[in-house]
């Protein structure tokens, strides 16, 4: 069965610091690029990273470059999303989703940023209050 479990949301004031992690099962983890994207309220789904679990490579939003960093522990197939400087415009539910990672294309084309991903989890609030 396939898994995405996503936890480390919560509440946080203007420029504090959340990690959030992306625990994977039940697929071929370094096959696949893991994708984190956001909605808030009333807004569309928008991508915030993405990290290709073979390679390493990855893609920041303009919104969040130099802000949030993206890793991967493939041991524990598992990925994080560590999140500082938190702005009021960054609350929203996030959510991680995995898609099979294509050669030919590279992490930050519009290949990866199609929300049809294979796999979702459930996802977890994020708020940053001013």
């Known amino acids: 069965e396939v898994q995405l479990v996503e936890s480390g949301g919560g509440l946080v004031q203007t420029g504090g610091s959340l990690r959030l992690s992306c625990a994977a099962s039940?697929?071929?983890?370094?096959?696949?690029?893991i994708g984190w994207f956001r909605q808030a309220p009333g807004k569309e789904r928008e991508g915030v990273s993405y990290?290709?679990?073979?390679?390493?490579?990855?893609w920041y939003a303009d919104s969040v470059k130099g802000r949030f960093t993206a890793s991967s522990d493939n041991a524990k197939n598992t990925v994080y999303l560590q999140m500082n400087s938190l702005k009021p415009e960054d609350t929203a539910v996030y959510f991680c989703?995995?898609?099979?990672?294509?050669?030919?294309?590279?992490?930050?084309?519009?290949?990866?940023?199609?929300?049809?991903?294979?796999?979702w989890g459930q996802g977890t609030q994020v708020t940053v209050s001013s």
């Open positions: 989703a995995a898609r099979e990672a294509f050669l030919g294309y590279a992490v930050g084309s519009s290949y990866y940023s199609r929300p049809d991903y294979d796999y």
């Open positions: 039940g697929f071929a983890f370094d096959e696949y690029v």
């Open positions: 990290i290709n679990n073979g390679d390493g490579s990855k």
